[in-house]
């Protein structure tokens, strides 16, 4: 079992930055890839980022792709999300997520098996 935490959520103007943290407790000593989703009130969960456990591949949800970066420290069992040119449309609550390390970057939210309860992120206009 993995715990996940998410931390740094928060209100912001149109264009701001917001980085996003998420720290991972329980058995860390296995290979996990992280990633980022969001959801939005009545919309479906929406892929943001993935990293794999190595921290050297990342993948980015195609409405996110240059302006936010996915990173982890795996000595300390964080994975973080920095957010710039945020927009009022990606108001959310963000999660973090991780699954077993199998090569994949998958942006399917059904293949991550632990979820942590999420941080809101609010981008005002």
């Known amino acids: 079992q993995v715990q996940l935490v998410e931390s740094g959520g928060g209100w912001v103007q149109a264009g701001g930055s917001l980085r996003l943290s998420c720290a991972a407790s329980g058995r860390t000593s296995s290979r996990y890839t992280m990633g980022w989703f969001r959801q939005a009130p009545g919309k479906e969960r929406e892929f943001v980022a993935a990293?794999?456990?190595?921290?050297?591949?990342?993948y980015y949800g195609d409405s996110v792709k240059g302006r936010f970066t996915i990173s982890r420290d795996s000595a300390k069992n964080s994975v973080y999300l920095q957010m710039n040119s945020l927009k009022p449309e990606e108001t959310a609550v963000y999660y973090c997520?991780?699954?077993?390390?199998?090569?994949?970057?998958?942006?399917?939210?059904?293949?991550?098996?632990?979820w942590g309860q999420g941080t809101q992120v609010t981008v005002s206009s």
């Open positions: 990293i794999r456990w190595s921290g050297v591949i990342g």
């Open positions: 997520a991780a699954r077993p390390d199998d090569l994949s970057l998958p942006p399917q939210f059904e293949k991550y098996n632990y």
